[in-house]
């Protein structure tokens, strides 16, 4: 599905229920299925999280989890610990060119059953779960904090729990700090110190329900609408100034823009008058990389020099997003130079019209191009990839007085 993108309005406002955290979701599935006692409110309706979701109930045989990368790397470490199942566990082509080495070499050391079907360092996976004894691991941290994340939540059900030992900068240190809490919050143990992570062994926990915030990434996309408008008055409910969510960061960084945060007890609105905005941005964004797309479309519409750093992981995501970025912006007449890890968008005063987007299976390519309909008409391909995180989002953008034409 290709979607044409057109709305006159200059003064956005709406009321918005985003779906909830595929992060928090995603964590919170594999923590349940370990310990039952525990129940979800507000799950996330996204692919990632349905998918999850499906791949518990299967529990053997062929598992694909098409894009998810959470799920991939969740599920292989709840699978080695499985005792008694034998899965393979599979993915989309682009799930089979992102690596999961780091991750498979810690709990081969730590005794898991796990052999790669085709490439070494690459799923397909094929598990055979294991009582594990380990009680202590090394990591390299600067890849992805999945993997650690990945870890944490197995941590508990081990006899003598886990040590995590992280090696090397730390990188998306904000996921780990949530996975941290939401193994708390469901009743277990553990203490994230300098470079190690400790979680305590324990069998069960009591019953506790444990509500999903709304998810802060879905979030950035109206952050970004807001930011491009001329007025702009956006609540978004079920949100927390004290949120577990890294993407919350958009509250501060968005000030940049004009773009005001007010928050009430379970709600933000996102408020834009119309003052002065910054002509330049220097972000880093170890901690979330998953804005990255969003703010670099902002600072396009925005006419807002740029340079955004910490996104060496942005390269092994849904596709390479800094390639992906560079690609689409400069299709406005809009210069952009990529490294490893970093992103600089030099302005320029016209902005092409009539481009077409091309979104490479990724959900936020899809979504951080959209809100520039606010400048020039646009067309999105493959929009249907936005149900990765956020199925509603065309329908949420309608709200906003967008029309979306296949
Ligand atoms: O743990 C998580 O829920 C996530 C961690 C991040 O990945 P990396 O740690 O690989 O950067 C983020 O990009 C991803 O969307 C979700
Ligand atoms: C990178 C993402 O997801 P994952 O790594 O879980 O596929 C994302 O949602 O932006």
Redesign the pocket.
Same mark, same amino acid.
């Given at each position: 599905m290709n979607l044409s993108l057109h709305t006159e309005e200059k003064n956005l406002k709406a009321a918005l229920q985003i779906t909830g955290s595929k +992060?928090e979701s995603?964590r919170l599935l594999i923590l349940q299925a370990l310990y039952p006692e525990i129940s979800i409110e507000n799950l996330s309706n996204s692919d990632d999280s349905e998918v999850l979701k499906k791949a518990l109930e299967k529990g053997n045989g062929i598992i694909d989890i098409h894009h998810a990368?959470?799920a991939m790397r969740f599920l292989t470490a709840y699978f080695a610990v499985n005792e008694g199942c034998e899965v393979e566990l599979t993915g989309s082509k682009r799930m089979k060119e992102r690596p999961v080495r780091l991750l498979v070499d810690a709990l081969q050391r730590m005794g898991a059953d796990i052999t790669y079907k085709n490439e070494t360092g690459y799923p397909p996976l094929v598990i055979k779960g294991k009582k594990l004894h380990a009680s202590s691991v090394k990591l390299e941290a600067n890849v992805?904090?999945?993997y650690i994340?990945a870890l944490m939540l197995i941590g508990a059900t081990l006899p003598k729990g886990l040590e995590i030992i992280l090696e090397g900068p730390v990188? +998306?240190t904000s996921?780990i700090l949530m996975t941290l809490e939401i193994i708390k919050q469901a009743g277990l143990n553990g203490k994230f110190v300098k470079d190690r992570i400790f979680i305590e062994p324990q069998e069960s926990v009591k019953p506790v329900t444990i509500p999903v915030e709304s998810d802060w990434s879905s979030a950035s996309y109206f952050y970004s609408l807001a930011a491009i408008s001329e007025t702009a008055e956006i609540t978004l409910n079920n949100y927390r100034k004290e949120s577990r969510q890294g993407d919350s960061s958009l509250a501060e960084i968005y000030k940049h823009f004009g773009v005001e945060t007010i928050y009430t007890e379970n709600s933000i609105t996102l408020k834009k008058t119309g003052k002065a905005r910054a002509r330049s941005l220097r972000e880093d964004l170890r901690n979330s990389?998953?804005i990255a797309q969003t703010i670099a479309v902002t600072c396009l519409a925005t006419k807002t020099e740029c340079m955004l750093t910490g996104l060496h992981?942005l390269k092994i995501?849904e596709t390479d997003r800094l390639q992906a970025l560079k690609n689409e912006i400069e299709k406005f007449g809009t210069e952009v130079r990529i490294t490893g890890d970093s992103l600089q968008l030099i302005p320029n005063p016209e902005l092409k019209q009539g481009v077409e987007i091309e979104t490479y299976n990724d959900h936020r390519m899809a979504m951080a191009f959209a809100p520039l309909a606010l400048k020039t008409d646009l067309r999105i391909l493959d929009a249907e990839v936005v149900s990765k995180s956020y199925p509603d989002f065309w329908e949420d953008l309608k709200e906003l007085g967008y029309t979306c034409k296949e």
């Open positions: +992060s995603n990368g959470t992805s904090s999945q994340s990188t +998306s996921y990389p998953d992981t995501k």
